[in-house]
């Protein structure tokens, strides 16, 4: 099985070193920049929405990938992942969305909102966005990583997020949705909770599972790796018990796990 992970607002797939450690013992892991963040190349048609976002990991799964596939979704590409999935793409067998977007318009309190705006690029204004998105201790190794993604990200990708991105709406979607989804949210999370996944995701999804991680806020793959590896694998391994169902209803048996 090959994992697609998926990094969050203002980061890039640095994120998940410590977590592709763990898993890839046993799965294929797959991990890009998400246009205009990390080290991704600057769109030469300046369009950073979700559904230009997705066909990025299209992209992707259609030149790397040629076996059973989770994309793991990780807060502003948890609606990506969504997104993603509503086109239902041969092979998907499932999402695990780490504190996601919703795919109604995220609800970020206007105050942070014009902060986030008007402040990046200052390293002072990272350093406080690190503290409101981390509970748990850091080494000062990911805490760097944290802040220095943050300052890299281009203006032009952190503004269309904040102001487009974040506010739309692909409920309408959610129909289209037909693989099984793994929620996990930081225990110390007060933006994206439990409260916001049941009006805004599992309203949608009521068979989701969800699974919250005690002590940790909003970066999950560097605040607690080791559990949602475990978390991750868990799901996996329930996914390769069943066949697989392809968009055209022709069911599939399920090779072994690796």
Request: net charge negative.
């Amino acid at each position: 099985m090959t994992f697609i992970l998926l990094h969050f607002f203002g980061s890039s797939q640095r994120e998940y070193a410590p977590l592709i450690e763990l898993l890839a013992r046993k799965h294929r892991c797959l991990t890009l920049d998400l246009r205009g963040f990390g080290d991704s190349p600057v769109p030469s048609d300046g369009d950073y929405s979700v559904d230009a976002m997705t066909d990025d990991v299209v992209t992707l799964i259609e030149e790397q990938v040629k076996e059973p596939f989770v994309v793991v979704g990780h807060s502003m590409s948890g609606k990506v992942a969504l997104n993603l999935a509503s086109r239902q793409p041969e092979g998907l067998l499932g999402l695990v969305l780490l504190a996601p977007s919703p795919p109604s318009p995220e609800p970020i309190d206007d105050t942070e909102r014009e902060r986030l705006l008007t402040t990046h690029g200052q390293r002072s204004a990272a350093e406080e966005t690190l503290k409101k998105i981390t509970s748990a201790p850091l080494s000062e190794a990911y805490q760097e990583l944290i802040i220095t993604d943050d300052l890299r990200s281009t203006p032009e990708a952190w503004a269309a997020w904040l102001e487009h991105g974040s506010r739309e709406d692909i409920s309408d979607r959610m129909s289209n949705v037909q693989v099984p989804i793994q929620l996990v949210l930081g225990s110390e999370d007060k933006h994206i909770d439990e409260s916001l996944m049941k009006k805004s995701v599992l309203n949608h999804f009521p068979d989701a599972q969800i699974t919250s991680i005690d002590g940790a806020m909003h970066v999950l793959p560097l605040e607690k790796p080791a559990e949602v590896a475990r978390i991750v694998d868990t799901f996996a391994t329930w996914l390769l018990s069943k066949p697989i169902h392809t968009p055209s209803g022709v069911t599939k048996p399920m090779p072994p796990a690796n």
